[in-house]
C-alpha cells in the first residue's frame, strides 16, 4: 500500500500556475493509461448531453439513444441546460475557493458554506433522479423496477 505524502501542496496551490499534465505524485504506476486513436489525450471531447432535450418530448428518442450510447462507450459526459442556477454555481465556486485558502486550522464548513452546499446537493439531487429515470427509459427499464 502506497505510504500518503502529507507535505503535498494544498489544492488552492495547484490551481495557482495552469497545469497541462497530472503530477508524477498522482500517478499510480500499476494502472494502465487510457488508449487514445491518434495518441493524443486532449484531441477527444467529452461528449455533451443537453437535459433540455431531454425533458421535452420532441425527438426524446433520439436524445435517449444519445444518453445510452455516451455512457456505454465514455462512461461519462458533460450535461449542459440542466436546470441548476448559474448563481448558484458561482456562489458555491467563490465559497469554495475562500474555504480552500483558509488555514487548515480554519476549514470548518462555516454556515455560510454550508447553506451554499444544501442548496446545491438539493439541486443535484433532483437533476439526478431525472437522468436515472432517463437512463432507464433508454434502457427500456420500468421505473417500478428501478425503485424497488
Same mark, same amino acid.
Given at each position: !500500500?502506497?505510504?500518503?505524502? %502529507? ?16 503530477? #508524477? ?14 495518441? &493524443?489525450?486532449?484531441? =477527444? ?5 443537453? !437535459? $433540455? #432535450? *431531454? ?23 458533460? *450535461?449542459? &441546460?440542466?436546470?441548476? =442556477?448559474? =448563481?448558484?454555481? /458561482? ?10 485558502? *483558509?488555514?487548515?486550522?480554519? &476549514? ?6 454550508? &447553506? ?7 439541486? *443535484? #439531487? ?12 433508454? %434502457? $427500456?427499464? /420500468?421505473?417500478?423496477? !428501478?425503485?424497488?
Amino acid at each position: !500500500m502506497a505510504s500518503l505524502d %502529507l507535505a503535498a501542496p494544498s489544492v488552492i496551490e495547484h490551481t495557482k500556475e495552469p497545469m497541462i499534465a497530472v503530477p #508524477q505524485k498522482y500517478i499510480r504506476p500499476y494502472q494502465e493509461p487510457p488508449a487514445f486513436s491518434d495518441g &493524443n489525450p486532449f484531441s =477527444s471531447t467529452v461528449p455533451t448531453i443537453d !437535459m $433540455k #432535450q *431531454l425533458v421535452l418530448e420532441e425527438d426524446i428518442d433520439l436524445e435517449l439513444e444519445k444518453l445510452h450510447s455516451t455512457c456505454k462507450e465514455w462512461g461519462l459526459f458533460q *450535461l449542459v &441546460n440542466h436546470g441548476v =442556477s448559474s =448563481s448558484l454555481l /458561482e456562489k458555491l465556486k467563490h465559497e469554495i475557493e475562500e474555504f480552500f485558502k *483558509l488555514p487548515l486550522e480554519e &476549514n470548518e464548513i462555516q454556515e455560510k458554506a454550508r &447553506n451554499t452546499i444544501e442548496s446545491y446537493f438539493l439541486e *443535484l #439531487q433532483t437533476l439526478a433522479m431525472t437522468l436515472v429515470r432517463l437512463m432507464g427509459k433508454a %434502457l $427500456k427499464i /420500468e421505473i417500478r423496477e !428501478m425503485e424497488d
